[in-house]
């Protein structure tokens, strides 16, 4: 009893242990070799569009294909009537064979006039007006020969053929209609393989890359999604930039040539392309979810010697993935806070636990229409 009455004299209850700085986890920055690339919304188009015309006049008599398959270049597309063709080309060579016995019988009539010249039995002048008679036969030789490969032509030209190889459309005259010279449109070729990708980019973006020697050249490479795809898989390299910037929208016209052997892609189709912006290059890369915004600047918490958080400005790159590239603010032997920040406050001690900075791949987000995007991937996915 007398230790219960001592205990009860002591008051006070159990003494709450004493709590030391909140935990936070820090890592040093990610140094990784990166590529920047930029992003555009373009449209394929076809490397040829040809309207199939006819270069002879006449009635449709066939059609050797089928809507929407692929035509070789050379191959049979439509037949037009060709006996009237025929039948020019049977009068020039009647008028062929007209001129070379004309040539003949001339060069007969020369022959024999030089012979009685050199008797003294035919004059000079008689021999020269052989020889004109000679010479025009020849000419009248010469003339029928080409009229006759001019009949010729035109009788080859019944017979229309692909002038490339691509998907050809549907036929838009029917057998039994007539069809006239360099006017009547046939049907439409366009190629397939490979594709031009058209996208444009602003004032500003070429500026950068002609500074840098980067993007804007021939040859720099670039890569294509579709609407529905995650990933950029279709692959090629820049191949025209224009010569002058759109006044109205201060834009500039860029195009890249992408393969397509299978066929998939088609002329008209909307894509999201990346184009390589910068050589490799050492950046320092941090989770995207450590950088905070703070008014008019972007800061990360990085924790000192003395465990003493402190705010520090930085300038802020691409992202890659759930990593954004720190152009500058940090150094490689900086500790950042990559975890806790809600319990870190500048100025105040923390108890930092050693992290490892990772990567994991962020979802897919389409970018705006009229600003590209940024994004950095390793150089060696380039």
Not at 4 to 22: E, S, T, V
Not at 113 to 131: F, H, I
């Amino acid at each position: 009893m007398a230790a219960l009455a001592l205990a009860g004299c002591g008051g006070g209850g159990p003494q709450m242990p004493q709590q030391g700085p909140p935990p936070v986890t820090v890592s040093a920055p990610l140094v990784q070799d990166v590529v920047d690339w930029d992003e555009f919304v373009g449209r394929f188009e076809a490397i040829q569009t040809v309207e199939v015309r006819p270069r002879a006049s006449g009635y449709l008599q066939g059609i050797w294909f089928k809507d929407g398959q692929f035509v070789r270049k050379g191959q049979l597309l439509f037949t037009i009537d060709a006996r009237p063709a025929q039948a020019a080309v049977a009068q020039a060579a009647a008028q062929v064979a007209q001129a070379k016995a004309t040539l003949a019988n001339a060069q007969t009539e020369y022959a024999r006039s030089e012979a009685l010249v050199a008797q003294r039995a035919a004059s000079q002048e008689e021999l020269e007006q052989r020889r004109a008679a000679l010479r025009s036969g020849a000419a009248q030789v010469a003339a029928a020969e080409a009229n006759l490969r001019a009949r010729q032509l035109d009788l080859g030209f019944t017979r229309v053929v692909a002038p490339l190889s691509g998907r050809i459309s549907e036929r838009k005259v029917d057998v039994g209609n007539s069809v006239t010279a360099d006017q009547t449109v046939l049907t439409t070729i366009v190629s397939v393989d490979p594709l031009h990708f058209v996208f444009q980019g602003s004032e500003a973006l070429l500026l950068k890359y002609q500074r840098q020697g980067t993007g804007a050249q021939n040859g720099t490479a670039i890569k294509v999604k579709l609407s529905d795809e995650n990933d950029y898989t279709h692959t090629g390299t820049l191949d025209f930039v224009d010569n002058a910037l759109d006044a109205g929208a201060g834009t500039i016209r860029a195009r890249a040539i992408i393969a397509n052997p299978g066929g998939f892609l088609k002329p008209g189709m909307f894509g999201s392309a990346r184009l390589e912006a910068s050589k490799p290059y050492p950046a320092l890369l941090v989770p995207d979810t450590a950088v905070m915004a703070d008014a008019a600047r972007q800061i990360v918490f990085v924790v000192d010697k003395s465990n003493t958080v402190t705010a520090r400005p930085v300038q802020t790159g691409p992202l890659r993935g759930n990593l954004r590239v720190i152009r500058s603010g940090l150094t490689k032997d900086d500790r950042v806070i990559i975890d806790g920040t809600q319990r870190a406050r500048p100025g105040v001690k923390v108890t930092p636990q050693p992290g490892k900075i990772t990567e994991a791949p962020a979802p897919a987000a389409a970018p705006p229409s009229d600003q590209p995007a940024g994004t950095a991937l390793p150089a060696g996915n380039r």
